[in-house]
């Protein structure tokens, strides 16, 4: 029979795709407006928008309502995996050093994990016991990191197929859907373009160790007012709003020196022919040089009215799922 922990994981697997799904769907038309105001002057023929409201009116007028889901496909399966393997592998940490997985809080699922379920790294041999046992915020630390990390090494060839998608100009050559976009990029650009990007995509495992840590910080103290009943739909959304929202503003530029870079279409060239460099911090520099500070946070009130209730739905689907399949093992 599976172990507990394995049980955890299938079950956090489950509930992370399932919140992936549901936001994914529910935010497309925010991703796309984002995605493109990220990527303007780096684009073929993409023009500068006047901001939020004349790119969605470019959009309709020129794309119709189908324009707004643009990348839908993609985009559901790259958070469908992306969610899957990072919950599994937040949770997986956290079970490993003796926690309860996120979402588990209500006092009767709690109750029923026996303390010999609970499994404890051994102290040291002078009796000291593990810092993430003594400061759980270094626990949280460490899996956000790692399930970042995972998750974006994995799931980086989708997003730079969901971001070319998003951002593809009128005068191009489209896509005709994401098998073909697969095929096309690594046709003319090779394996590599799919990894385009992954470096300031890992810079930006310092997103979610803001943010999860702070989330199960703000649910802690919700949990305390709750009178031993499960934290309301409502707080959960709050907590993560305000999770989601600092962490964003903090570490946004990685997300728009990213895009630049998963936009860049650089073509197989001959063997020995230069080809021309572009990376983090010359792509960095440029944005600075030319559109000033303000180009590296292109996009970051759009990001915030996409990220927030993407975030907010994400976590909420994830718990109720997670409290449901808790619950059918009792």
Request: hydrophobic content about 40%; some cysteine.
């Amino acid at each position: 029979m599976p172990s507990t922990r394995q049980k955890w994981t299938a079950n956090s697997m489950i509930a992370g795709a399932g919140g992936g799904l549901a936001a994914s769907i529910a935010t497309c038309p925010l991703d796309v407006v984002k995605t493109k105001l990220q990527a303007q002057r780096t684009t073929l023929g993409q023009a500068d928008y006047l901001g939020i409201s004349a790119t969605f009116r470019n959009i309709i007028q020129h794309d119709g309502l189908r324009g707004l889901y643009r990348g839908l496909g993609p985009t559901i399966l790259g958070y469908l995996p992306t969610w899957a393997i990072y919950f599994a592998v937040y949770d997986g940490i956290k079970t490993r050093f003796g926690e309860m997985p996120l979402g588990i809080d209500t006092p009767a699922v709690v109750a029923k994990s026996s303390s010999s379920e609970r499994l404890y790294p051994a102290p040291s041999a002078k009796g000291y016991q593990p810092i993430v046992r003594e400061h759980p915020w270094s626990l949280h630390i460490l899996s956000a990191m790692v399930a970042g990390a995972t998750s974006t090494i994995c799931t980086n060839p989708l997003w730079v197929i969901k971001t070319r998608f998003m951002t593809q100009s009128r005068d191009e050559t489209r896509y005709r859907h994401t098998l073909d976009a697969a095929i096309t990029i690594y046709r003319s650009e090779g394996i590599r373009a799919f990894y385009r990007g992954l470096v300031p995509s890992l810079l930006g495992i310092a997103h979610v160790a803001v943010q999860f840590p702070l989330y199960e910080k703000l649910k802690i103290i919700a949990q305390r007012h709750s009178h031993d009943r499960p934290v309301p739909a409502h707080t959960i959304l709050f907590c993560s709003a305000v999770a989601k929202m600092t962490a964003s503003v903090a570490t946004y530029p990685h997300e728009v020196v990213r895009t630049r870079l998963q936009t860049q279409r650089r073509l197989l060239l001959p063997s020995g022919a230069p080809r021309k460099r572009s990376g983090i911090i010359r792509t960095t520099r440029k944005i600075i040089h030319f559109e000033g500070w303000r180009g590296l946070y292109k996009g970051l009130s759009v990001n915030l009215i996409r990220t927030v209730p993407n975030s907010a739905v994400t976590m909420l689907t994830y718990e109720l799922l997670m409290r449901q399949l808790a619950a059918r093992r009792r």
